[in-house]
């Protein structure tokens, strides 16, 4: 393979798998990235390569689990759910069984879109879109003034975009 690039281990507690790509893979990733709704000819074509080869490859790279899904992203706005908070949630204890709660809480609501469990002074940021405050208040009732545990929420308001993208550019 020419121009191989390894994406090393780090840690073993953080990293759990090598995976080596030629520049092929990481054209394919970049390319399937802006569109995945590519044919495998306008795929080789962007690519520089056959679909024969294009098919094979994102195969491996599906099965390795490098490429997870093809999904078409949808407008909140035009979807009338303009409104995007990121909600930052502090709690009074971490334990695992508390966390999995919480998660779990989270996982059901359909306006969060992101969720994470964070280091520093806070545990959570939460990222949804709403339709509107009343929305956007009754999940807060929902999920943070019924729980014990929360010890505070803080909700900024997205109120432009300078940057949004679900492209990741692998090392190099």
Known sequence: MDDVVKISEHSAKWTKWVITMDA???RIIAA???DGSLTKAELAEAVGSTPSTCLRRVAELRR???LTGCVYLADPAKLGRGIRAIITVTTRNHTKEL????ATHISREPAILQAYGVTGDLDAVLIGVFSDMEEYQ???DRLFDNDPDVVRYTTLF???TYKETTSITPDR
């Not at 966390?99 to 919480?102: D, N």
């Open 138 to 140: 009754a999940l807060c």
């Open 99 to 102: 966390r999995t709660s919480f």
């Open 32 to 34: 399937l990235q802006v």
């Open 64 to 66: 390795r689990g490098v």
């Open 24 to 26: 092929l893979d990481l």
């Open 158 to 160: 997205a109120v432009e």
